[in-house]
């Protein structure tokens, strides 16, 4: 066994290590100083508490981007230091988020142990390479990522560091799975390295009817297509779809996954998955004959999805209400029920129509995927959703990639159970047009105005706020902008008391709420790295069945012209025109 011995380095702070929505996420030039990732790592084992950093066995992996295996090696030696028992990583350094939540849950160890938290390493759907991002987050024990209080903590601990601990040990190799034993000054530290996705392969099959999805990704009638965009999803797909599910290797585009994401921005949205979507018919000049009759792409990371049917966007507000509108039925996991459901404020309102029709609980909480953790711990939550491209349920503690396609999967199949060998099946686009009929159509769509001057968004939001108070004269601007808009009938700041825990977070939005259900609201992104992002979403409820086919962007015309005169939002952006429309 290796010896090895632990010393001190003497360091310094350095200033914005304050983790965002999903952890710290800079540019990897900046990553790459000598002690920055070092800083905030030992400032985690602080928060932890010695206490519980000693003898535990932890997680280290994620999207592969660049810098990560350098990383991997980093906080291994700082980790043996603070005297932590395991380490484990997955092969090649590679775990999908969700993996990664599913790996603390579930997986045991060769010697019988078990991981209560993860470093993840990852910048999600932002680019990666040299130039682009890095990012770590930590994950708690019940898989989910770290509350507030011990991001806080961390925080605060970066700005006060004066020293890390970390240990001679050699490089390991990452690439070969099995188990590396050294000798320390408190005893016995491991790193075991394990194939990156039986753990994650084995808690799908207990989920999903395996045996009906693979009848309908061999049906000849059938045909799929995934995109994981060079992110860790490739690891999986081929896996899950192609060995497990036989679909055919040639449905898999971008599965490699690549350390710079192959150049492209690993975001599963119309605008960055050009190659899926001009596949499935979505394209600007559409190319190559029939379309699939499913399309689906996954983030850097795996995390978020986007699902597609032949020329034919599902959007995210909508997939979670089908999800659940459907799940008990097509998903044997939820085949007792629904214990509640939950979506994020700025997504649509389609799973509160859903919900209160199947009588279920259902809750509103702002942007961010742990609010969603804490209503899953406390057994009130089952399936949950964001308008960002994130869907997931209590299986884990983050939101899912290759859970919603295999979800979107199953209702098809489902569906289809008597079409299959041939015939006419039942469509993406006509299971998305039958909800709608029955429960109403939410038109929906976001604009992202990106890299904004930061004073300038803050003065944006600022103006909403306080135009908030005098209700007649926002009523004024909207009749001025459009006299065929319904008239604002609330107007707020959204905040959250969670059920749970009874915390409260403020300023998580602003919100004008429009008599006839209609909404604007207004946020500013927590996850960019470089300005401010400031995004609108806009929402419109149409109930009546002859007017639920119109283009989306159509149908809100009117809704946004009025959202941008009441902002200003040229003026104080000086932007014409929003930079992403999802
Ligand atoms: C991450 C989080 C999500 C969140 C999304 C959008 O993916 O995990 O919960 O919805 O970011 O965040 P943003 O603040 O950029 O709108
Ligand atoms: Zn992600």
């Known amino acids: 066994m290796v010896l090895f011995n632990v010393s001190r380095v003497q360091t310094k702070p350095f200033d914005g290590q304050k983790p965002g929505t999903s952890g710290l996420r800079k540019k990897v030039k900046v990553f790459v100083q000598p002690h920055y990732l070092e800083n905030f790592v030992q400032a985690t084992f602080n928060a932890l508490t010695a206490e519980k950093v000693r003898g535990a066995t ?126 320390g000054p408190e005893g016995q530290f491991d790193v075991e390295v394990f194939d990156c996705a039986s753990d994650y392969v084995k808690l799908m099959k207990s989920i999903f009817d395996f045996e009906a999805i693979r009848k309908l990704l061999t049906s000849p009638n059938f045909t799929f297509c995934y995109d994981a965009l060079h992110g860790v999803a490739g690891a999986y797909a081929s896996r899950i779809f192609v060995e497990e599910l036989g679909a055919q290797e040639s449905s898999l585009i971008n599965c490699t996954p690549k350390e710079d994401f192959g150049g492209g921005h690993p975001d599963p949205n119309l605008t960055y998955a050009k190659e899926l979507v001009a596949r499935m018919g979505l394209g600007k000049s559409d190319t190559q004959g029939e379309p699939p009759e499913f399309g689906a792409a996954a983030d850097g990371d795996a995390d978020r999805n986007m699902v597609l049917g032949k020329r034919f966007f599902v959007t995210p507000s909508d997939s979670v209400a089908i999800i659940a509108a459907n799940a008990v039925d097509a998903i044997p996991y939820f085949s007792a029920g629904l214990k509640g459901v ?185 996850t960019g790295s470089e300005g401010a992002t400031i995004r609108l979403y806009i929402e419109q409820y149409e109930k009546d069945p002859s007017k639920i086919g119109r283009e989306s962007q159509d149908a809100l015309g009117p809704l946004v012209e009025v959202a941008l005169k009441l902002s200003k939002m040229q003026e104080y952006t000086g932007r014409s025109a929003p930079t992403v429309i999802t």
């Open 58 to 183: 932890l997680v280290v992996s994620g999207d592969g981007r660049y810098y990560s295996k350098d990383a991997i090696q980093i906080i291994t030696k700082m980790a043996a230091a603070n005297g932590v028992r395991r380490i484990w990583v997955g092969q090649n350094g590679l775990l999908s988020t969700p993996a990664v939540s599913a790996v603390i849950r579930e997986r045991t160890g060769v010697d019988g142990s078990k991981a209560s938290g993860a470093f993840i390493l990852t910048a999600s759907h932002n680019p990666g390479g040299p130039n682009e991002d890095f990012g770590i987050k930590y994950n708690m024990e019940n898989g989910g990522p770290a509350p507030e209080g011990i991001t806080d903590k961390i925080y605060e601990n970066t700005t006060t560091i004066k020293e890390y601990l970390t240990a001679d040990l050699p490089d390991f190799d990452i690439s070969t799975t099995g188990v590396t034993s050294f000798a």
């Open 342 to 526: 939950a979506r994020s404020m700025p997504t649509s309102a389609a799973l509160d129509v859903v919900a209160k029709h199947l009588n279920l609980k259902f809750f509103e909480v702002p942007t961010g995927w742990k609010f969603f953790g804490n209503l899953m711990d406390a057994g009130l939550c089952s399936v949950c959703g964001e308008e960002s491209f994130g869907t997931g349920s209590d299986h884990i503690r983050e939101k899912d990639g290759i859970w919603a396609v295999l979800a979107w999967l199953s209702i098809l199949a489902y569906k289809n159970k008597d079409n299959l060998g041939g015939g006419k099946l039942v469509t993406v686009e006509e299971i998305v047009r039958q909800h709608w009929a029955k429960y109403g159509r939410h038109y929906y769509t976001r604009y992202d105005y990106e890299n904004v001057d930061a004073g300038k968004a803050k003065e944006l939001m600022a103006y909403l706020v306080k135009l908030q108070s005098s209700l007649p004269e926002v009523n004024e601007i909207v009749k001025s902008a459009r006299s065929d808009v319904s008239k604002v009938v609330h107007g707020d700041e959204f905040e959250y008391k969670d059920p749970v825990d009874g915390s409260i977070s403020k300023h998580q939005g602003i919100r004008y709420l429009f008599e006839d259900g209609s909404r604007l609201v207004f946020r500013l992104s927590g």
